[in-house]
């Protein structure tokens, strides 16, 4: 590695320019916020938007809560390192949308009112089913804002050089109270148009070094992929020089755990988000169900071209930064992109890339927290302590007081997992919603004799073992690379637990319906949920209401 490759990776580009770009988004973005909560005048304007947006608004807002950190700096990172085995991450974020469009968004939008647990306890018994919903959604939130926070603290400390622990930590913090600052200010209304502005910035940013790399190399992607191998081999970090990066194998191949491995993340990442609380409550936002559908064949789309985008800018880090760099930088492997920017266009170019990534985080981290505290405000404040005798006024100040909660819960988590790939962090979230979540969402709209046993068996059961699995895996501890390095209690063998977690809460929901009773619980519900589900008639009504 050359003396200049090694100063670079101390200090990437000027500090305060990195600053002042980032700055300045947060300054505008801030201003639409402010201008979009002058329209919140009821808790649908701040839990849904008003449900005023289009389908494409909505389908680039959507695109927007689900381009994540994870997506740019993590997958981008794990490309670079790993290659094909990196790639195989926006495979499976990306299928995962076909079982979301084709089984989840239009009915949820036609059952539902303002989150997951109104479909989840429309036919069943309130309290303990809002209960249990409102806990996974909480669970998700934070384990899917927890790798947010640790992708805002090493995007930080490679634009600043911050190394020390206490430095990234503090970064954190500052993103954190930002993002509930945007909560308590914006609602949904002023989240959406914050996601709508990034989704954006983000898309066409990854485009614009699409083309500058495959510009370099004479637009010919196999030149890419050659370099890149070249590069690999010749890297002089422990291990990197003996991958293939351009077969499978290197992250997930050699042993059959880490095989098995890779088929139980496979599992989390394409049936975890049909269960994301974030994502299923943005079909709320728009007015019908034929929007819901449109909102998701956008986002398709344009998630679909952003994940093409990655294979280029992976690839293309690999070659033209090198994994040794990647990996030594303040930033580790998230740190690959902001790195490639800064060669392909110095300052100017590592500054708007690096800002847009920061806004992906602080636009992700609203949008989820937003998410956590309508659930905890409608679900379980509202419904099951009040029992449904409260003022919307009162609902939306109890959100704002959770959303100051869940931030302060996210900024310790975040602490605690800096360091991590985000992408991997992501798909423990994926898990848990897969496993908590998916089972419960397809039971209640396509099996009538499901009931509330069953609805608790699986959500219980579901969260539980995935995060006790999670707990007791060598994600957490018994390597260098785990989240408490120094520690090893990992009898666990997989670092994603899909594989177990998912089947078993899809069994649970079956033994649960068995042993709560023979016959269906409540077949007028069941009969209303049906024919809403599939033809939205009085889900309108029901909404006004």
């Known amino acids: 590695m050359s003396e200049r490759y090694l100063s670079a990776a101390a200090t990437v580009g000027n500090p305060a320019a990195n600053i002042a770009i980032f700055a300045l988004f947060v300054a505008i973005t801030m201003v639409v916020v402010i201008r979009a909560s002058r329209n919140n005048r009821t808790a649908a304007d701040y839990f849904t938007g008003g449900r005023g947006f289009s389908g494409p608004q909505n389908g680039i807002a959507i695109a927007g809560d689900y381009l994540s950190a994870a997506s740019f700096l993590g997958i981008a990172g794990a490309i670079a390192v790993y290659g094909y085995d990196g790639f195989l991450y926006s495979i499976g974020f990306l299928v995962a949308w076909l079982v979301a469009l084709l089984l989840v968004a239009e009915m949820l939008r036609n059952t539902g009112k303002f989150t997951m647990a109104d479909v989840l306890s429309f036919r069943l018994q309130e309290g303990p089913v809002r209960t249990a919903a409102a806990l996974t959604t909480l669970a998700v939130s934070l384990f899917y804002l927890l790798a947010q926070m640790a992708g805002a603290g090493g995007l930080v400390a490679l634009l600043l050089d911050i190394s020390d622990k206490t430095g990234q930590s503090i970064v954190i913090a500052v993103v954190g109270v930002l993002m509930i600052v945007y909560v308590l200010v914006g609602g949904m209304k002023g989240t959406t148009w914050v996601q709508i502005i990034k989704a954006c910035l983000l898309i066409t940013g990854a485009a614009v070094m699409t083309v500058i790399v495959l510009a370099k190399f004479g637009f010919n992607f196999s030149d890419i992929l050659s370099s890149a191998q070249d590069a690999v081999s010749g890297a002089k970090t422990k291990g990197v020089a003996a991958r293939d990066v351009l077969a499978p194998g290197a992250q997930y191949g050699g042993s059959s755990t880490s095989k098995l491995n890779f088929v139980s ?256 619980e409540n077949p007028a519900k069941a009969a209303e949920m049906e024919v809403r589900s599939l033809t939205g008639a009085g889900a309108e009504k029901a909404v006004a209401h």
Request: cysteine-free; hydrophobic content about 55%.
């Open 265 to 520: 993340l496979g599992l989390a990442l394409v049936l975890g988000t049909a269960g994301l609380p974030h994502v299923l409550m943005r079909f709320y936002t728009v007015p019908t169900a034929k929007e819901a559908r449109r909102s998701v064949v956008w986002a398709i789309g344009l998630i679909g071209a952003f994940y093409l985008f990655t294979l280029v800018l992976g690839y293309g880090a690999a070659a033209i930064v090198g994994p040794d760099r990647i990996l030594t930088s303040a930033g580790g492997q998230n740190s690959a992109a902001p790195l490639l920017a800064f060669e392909l266009g110095g300052v100017v170019l590592l500054g708007v890339i690096s800002a847009v990534a920061f806004a992906t985080i602080l636009a992700v981290v609203a949008g989820l927290t937003i998410t956590a505290s309508t659930s905890f405000a409608h679900d379980i404040y509202a419904s099951v302590i009040k029992r449904g005798k409260v003022d919307e006024a009162k609902q939306v100040k109890v959100s704002r007081i959770s959303a100051v909660v869940i931030g302060i819960l996210a900024i310790g988590l975040g602490i605690l997992a800096n360091g991590q790939n985000i992408a991997f962090l992501v798909a423990l979230a994926f898990a848990v919603a897969a496993a908590a979540n998916l089972p419960t969402i397809l039971f209640s709209l396509f099996w009538k004799r499901f009931n509330t046993t069953g609805a608790l068996f699986s959500m219980y059961g579901g969260l539980i073992s995935t995060i006790v699995l999670i707990v007791f895996s060598p994600a957490v501890s018994g390597s260098a690379s785990a989240m408490i390095p120094g520690s090893k209690f990992d009898w666990f063998p997989l670092s994603n637990p899909g594989i177990v977690s998912i089947p078993l809460a899809f069994a649970l929901g079956v033994l649960g319906t068995f042993v709560g009773g023979r016959r269906p």
